[in-house]
């Protein structure tokens, strides 16, 4: 299992009680349209009049064989507010305004929608171009786009799993592990059969509020085959998984209620847990692991940055299971900490933010999508296009990460707040 990357959640579990756990900044009208990248230009807008066109509107339907008319601007020349086409064998032009559409192929080339708020309209990105450029971004940090697969390759990737699951349960025989399979998931667990409806139904919800946020309609998979859970009742039962099967040292596994295994080649998302005596603590604690999953899978094999990966784990997890305190509880304890210290610590803005941090992480995230739900999801495409994430923030927040952490200090009553 070498190639996984493990997130964990490892709070409440260990830490001790007393620490446990824009809008888009005012920017140059011409420099916003210059920073949508492989935008296309006024006067290649003008060349595609009179091209022969499909247009692919945001609800999914499809208008075929029309023929650009033109392009009606916004203030900025090389942006679209309106495309005004002809349908075959009519006379009269028809109107779309440019954010009922998300593609245009014209001229046999394909064009994405790309909404420019600050300007009050749309520009055209040419695909091939796009993609080039993210791959080779990706590619040059060692990361990749993940490929989309065939409806063949996805039914060889479920059987790869359900081999994996099969030998699971021989390993397990003693324990009555039944598999659960729905169109996202493939559910091993031992918990009894009227347990388990509740919890596919978080997963199924956490599915579409992250899709909200990203771009991803319902009903679209992004999971490599399908994402795989292995849930035991005991604690025991799940570390014995973890150690002889997923290879993990008995010290990183013996303290946490859940691991996703996030495989780096291909994209396999195993989440395992352990139920414990909880039922709203696991639920938030399978909701949070499979969000890293989510993340993971997300367009490309590039990382979101631990502070926002378990920002938004958490994040979720509170909206889908209303049912668990834990994370506005850690949020709680964090700001109590940070009214005593004012110091937050290095370690936030790097590899791997400390147990504490959750609570900071989660009330940030929760802040910037509130702020601006649309902004927020540009950002994190931006990351898993290859954009660092701190430029990513600075483009679609305007602001930087010591910025962020200034208005999150504002927020809750700590306004001299340090990183260090
Ligand atoms: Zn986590």
Same mark, same amino acid.
């Given at each position: ?5 493990? %997130? ?39 060349? /595609? ?5 499909? /247009? ?22 090389? !942006?679209?507010?309106? *495309? ?31 909404? @420019? ?15 080039? $450029? ?22 060889? #990737? @479920? ?6 699951? $099969? ?5 397990? =025989? ?10 996202? %998931? +493939?559910?091993? !667990?031992?918990?009894? #059969? ?8 978080? /997963? ?28 035991? *009742? ?9 150690? =002889? ?45 499979? !969000? ?9 094999? $590039? ?19 209303? =049912? ?18 004012? @110091? ?25 999508? !509130? ?9 994190? @495409? ?21 910025? +962020? ?16």
């Amino acid at each position: 299992m070498r190639g996984y990357v493990r %997130f964990v959640l490892a709070v409440a579990l260990f830490v001790p009680p007393a620490m446990a756990q824009g809008k888009a900044g005012k920017t140059d009208r011409s420099k916003s349209a210059d920073a949508i990248e492989c935008s296309v230009t006024s006067g290649q807008l003008d060349k /595609l009049n009179g091209s022969p066109a499909e /247009l692919v509107l945001v609800n999914g339907k499809r208008i075929k064989d029309v023929t650009i008319v033109k392009f009606v601007r916004g203030s900025n020349k090389d !942006t679209v507010r309106t *495309v005004v086409y002809l349908r075959p064998k009519r006379k009269t032009a028809s109107r779309l305004r440019a954010g009922a559409l998300v593609r245009i192929v014209a001229a046999e080339r394909a064009y994405d929608l790309v909404a @420019v708020p600050a300007l009050k309209a749309w520009m055209l990105v040419d695909v091939d171009e796009k993609t080039k $450029a993210v791959s080779a971004r990706l590619k040059a940090k060692g990361r990749q786009v993940w490929p989309k697969l065939s409806a063949e390759q996805q039914a060889d #990737a @479920v059987r790869e799993h359900k081999k994996f699951l $099969a030998d699971v349960r021989r390993k397990f =025989s003693g324990l009555p592990l039944r598999l659960y399979e729905t169109k996202f %998931f +493939l559910f091993l !667990t031992d918990m009894p #059969a009227a347990q388990i409806g509740v919890y596919i139904a978080h /997963l199924d919800k956490m599915s579409v509020e992250l899709g909200k946020r990203f771009g991803v309609p319902p009903g679209e998979n992004i999971w490599r085959g399908k994402a795989v859970f292995v849930v035991f *009742v005991n604690q025991a039962s799940f570390v014995q998984f973890e150690t =002889s099967v997923m290879k993990m040292p008995l010290a990183s596994t013996n303290r946490k209620q859940g691991i996703c295994h996030q495989n780096n080649r291909n994209g396999d998302v195993i989440v395992a847990c352990h139920r414990g005596n909880d039922p709203n603590y696991f639920a938030q604690v399978l909701v949070h692991e499979t !969000t890293h999953g989510y993340l993971h899978r997300f367009k490309s094999s $590039a990382r979101v940055p631990s502070w926002l990966n378990e920002g938004i784990a958490e994040w979720v997890s509170t909206i889908v299971v209303r =049912s668990s305190p834990a994370p506005l509880k850690r949020q709680a304890e964090a700001v109590l900490r940070l009214k005593q210290t004012g @110091v937050v610590g290095p370690s936030f803005f790097g590899k791997k933010i400390e147990s504490w941090h959750y609570g900071i992480a989660s009330r940030i995230t929760d802040s910037m999508i !509130t702020q601006n739900s649309r902004a927020f999801g540009a950002w994190i @495409v931006s990351i898993k296009e290859g954009v660092e994430w701190s430029q990513g923030l600075q483009k679609t927040f305007g602001v930087t990460p010591q910025q +962020l952490l200034l208005r999150y200090g504002r927020s809750i009553g700590v306004p001299m707040i340090r990183l260090q």
